[in-house]
């Protein structure tokens, strides 16, 4: 049982931090180069809350996985460091998700909302980042307990 919790905490840590660096480092950037503003907008509208909602869907995993390894063996200072910053990730996220809507509103005001717009873009930007330095981390963590054997 504590394998299974480790292959679905570990896969499900590398399916959220892949999401983040495909998103930033393919997607973003074919969709501003490749469709118009009309275009871009439509597809990153309907993107993004599927993008966040993986997120969210990858940190239940992690979390039930953490759990069920706490449950299963002796709650680790490292587990509990990992079950604590998988807990922050998925807060974190929850907020860029429900961020969603009042991004598209200052989008839609033109530019007498854009610096709400700017502000809210950023923080949700600066969030994402949080997150996958949180995720980086957390795979490594991993990756060096499995080195070391433990």
Not at 33 to 43: K, V, Y
């Amino acid at each position: 049982m504590t394998a299974i919790a480790i292959i679905l905490f570990t896969v499900s840590a590398s399916a959220w931090v892949g999401a983040i660096l495909f998103q930033s480092a393919v997607v973003a950037p074919a969709v501003f180069r490749h469709l118009d503003e009309s275009q871009a907008r439509l597809l990153l509208r309907g993107l993004f809350p599927r993008f966040f909602r993986f997120g969210l869907i990858c940190g239940a995993l992690m979390l039930a996985a953490a759990v069920s390894l706490g449950s299963a063996t002796e709650w680790s200072g490292t587990l509990a460091a990992l079950t604590a910053a998988t807990f922050i990730m998925i807060v974190l996220e929850t907020i860029s998700l429900l961020m969603v809507p009042p991004i598209n509103a200052a989008r839609d005001a033109g530019e007498a909302g854009s610096v709400r717009f700017r502000r809210l873009h950023g923080t949700s930007v600066a969030l994402t980042l949080i997150i996958l330095l949180l995720g980086i981390g957390i795979l490594a963590t991993v990756a060096a307990r499995a080195a070391a054997g433990a």
